[in-house]
């Protein structure tokens, strides 16, 4: 198929060519014997005038100026331009010599057949050169233009791409710790057979769904992102028991609103993980608010500063998360102080669910 496109562009493109030179033919034609009567003698000498300007017009464009002006040697160009500037005019004036000569014979008795004089003619030969290397600089720069915007999106293509991959591959981090933790818990309950483990379970299966049928999706309702990072709290509680004192204040006000599955439980579970017992407990504040469009989220745990190196690899990985999926659109802030960590989450212009 590709083929057969290359060669009717290229049958396209000498046809092209064919049609053009039968215009500067005509052109010729018409220039020269402007007020003459003798038809058939300046016909034929046009003819001659042809393959003289074709050569000179496809010497510069396909070879000078591909060769030294496209590629930055203008003093090569300038000198090579002389030169043929030079040897044109000699092979411009044997033509018109060759074709005075040969067209003899057909001028008609008592007329002038040409109306231009010699300079005139060769004035009229470069001022078609100078229309077909226009022709092609205008030519050349346009396809230039239309390679550089298909380079361009070749390479936005490439970038996506490869967002799209580090992108699946943090969900990938993301889910085994998830879950490790989760299970873990459920199994240190059922280690002691207590009756809160049927009800981890059912959260835990809540959880499971979310992850395998919701994460795939680029956006999930925030309600949703919610209501799942709430089970998931539930879960922590009833692992910490008494040890574990966790705030929550939700004001979602726009039900409509989307954001990417799985973007704020790993800074509660890093809450979790990470957090230290201050004073016998492990206090958790979470704060979940939408005005309009914007997210504002803040989580803040206990913990110790002396005991933290940095904020880990989770932190990290859900910051390029961030920067990926809402580039110039979110702020993150993260602050230690002396028994505190803190996370503070903006998101601005999140898309509403639109239904049908």
């Not at 002691?192 to 919701?214: G, R, T, V």
């Given at each position: 198929?590709?083929?057969?496109?290359?060669?009717?562009?290229?049958?396209?493109?000498?046809?092209?060519?064919?049609?053009?030179?039968?215009?500067?033919?005509?052109?010729?034609?018409?220039?020269?014997?402007?007020?003459?009567?003798?038809?058939?003698?300046?016909?034929?000498?046009?003819?001659?005038?042809?393959?003289?300007?074709?050569?000179?017009?496809?010497?510069?464009?396909?070879?000078?100026?591909?060769?030294?002006?496209?590629?930055?040697?203008?003093?090569?160009?300038?000198?090579?331009?002389?030169?043929?500037?030079?040897?044109?005019?000699?092979?411009?004036?044997?033509?018109?010599?060759?074709?005075?000569?040969?067209?003899?014979?057909?001028?008609?008795?008592?007329?002038?057949?040409?109306?231009?004089?010699?300079?005139?003619?060769?004035?009229?030969?470069?001022?078609?050169?100078?229309?077909?290397?226009?022709?092609?600089?205008?030519?050349?720069?346009?396809?230039?233009?239309?390679?550089?915007?298909?380079?361009?999106?070749?390479?936005?293509?490439?970038?996506?791409?490869?967002?799209?991959?580090?992108?699946?591959?943090?969900?990938?981090q993301i889910h085994p710790h998830f879950l490790f933790n989760s299970l873990n818990t459920i199994y240190?309950?059922?280690?002691?057979?207590?009756?809160?483990?049927?009800?981890?379970?059912?959260?835990?299966?809540?959880?499971?769904?979310?992850?395998?049928?919701?994460?795939?999706?680029?956006?999930?309702?925030?309600?949703?992102?919610?209501?799942?990072?709430?089970?998931?709290?539930?879960?922590?509680?009833?692992?910490?028991?008494?040890?574990?004192?966790?705030?929550?204040?939700?004001?979602?006000s726009n039900n409509t609103i989307q954001i990417a599955p799985m973007l704020l439980i790993p800074f509660?579970?890093?809450?979790?993980?990470?957090?230290?017992?201050?004073?016998?407990?492990?206090?958790?504040?979470?704060?979940?608010?939408?005005?309009?469009?914007?997210?504002?989220?803040?989580?803040?745990?206990?913990?110790?500063?002396?005991?933290?190196?940095?904020?880990?690899?989770?932190?990290?990985?859900?910051?390029?998360?961030?920067?990926?999926?809402?580039?110039?659109?979110?702020?993150?802030?993260?602050?230690?102080?002396?028994?505190?960590?803190?996370?503070?989450?903006?998101?601005?212009?999140?898309?509403?669910?639109?239904?049908?």
């Amino acid at each position: 198929m590709n083929n057969k496109s290359g060669i009717f562009k290229y049958l396209l493109t000498i046809i092209g060519h064919i049609l053009f030179w039968l215009v500067i033919y005509y052109f010729y034609a018409y220039f020269l014997g402007f007020g003459s009567s003798n038809t058939e003698y300046v016909n034929l000498f046009s003819g001659f005038l042809m393959p003289v300007t074709i050569l000179i017009s496809y010497f510069l464009i396909y070879y000078l100026i591909p060769n030294y002006l496209l590629t930055k040697k203008y003093k090569s160009f300038i000198v090579y331009s002389v030169y043929t500037f030079i040897v044109s005019v000699y092979v411009i004036i044997l033509s018109i010599l060759y074709g005075l000569l040969y067209s003899e014979g057909f001028k008609e008795v008592g007329t002038e057949p040409l109306t231009k004089t010699l300079p005139f003619i060769i004035l009229g030969v470069y001022f078609v050169v100078l229309i077909v290397v226009s022709i092609s600089l205008i030519m050349h720069n346009y396809n230039s233009i239309v390679n550089n915007e298909n380079l361009k999106n070749k390479i936005l293509q490439t970038q996506l791409q490869i967002k799209d991959q580090e992108l699946r591959f943090l969900k990938m981090q993301i889910h085994p710790h998830f879950l490790f933790n989760s299970l873990n818990t459920i199994y240190g309950f059922a280690l002691k057979k207590k009756d809160e483990a049927p009800e981890m379970i059912l959260k835990l299966s809540n959880l499971l769904d979310y992850i395998l049928y919701q994460i795939e999706k680029p956006q999930v309702l925030l309600t949703d992102e919610v209501n799942h990072l709430l089970d998931y709290v539930s879960l922590e509680k009833m692992r910490f028991h008494d040890t574990l004192e966790v705030k929550t204040n939700i004001e979602v006000s726009n039900n409509t609103i989307q954001i990417a599955p799985m973007l704020l439980i790993p800074f509660v579970e890093n809450a979790f993980k990470h957090g230290d017992i201050i004073n016998g407990s492990l206090k958790v504040s979470i704060q979940i608010k939408t005005e309009g469009n914007v997210l504002f989220f803040e989580i803040k745990n206990t913990s110790i500063k002396e005991n933290k190196i940095n904020n880990g690899i989770g932190l990290e990985n859900i910051a390029k998360r961030l920067e990926m999926l809402y580039p110039n659109s979110h702020t993150l802030e993260i602050s230690q102080t002396a028994n505190h960590f803190k996370v503070n989450l903006t998101i601005n212009n999140l898309t509403q669910f639109k239904n049908g």
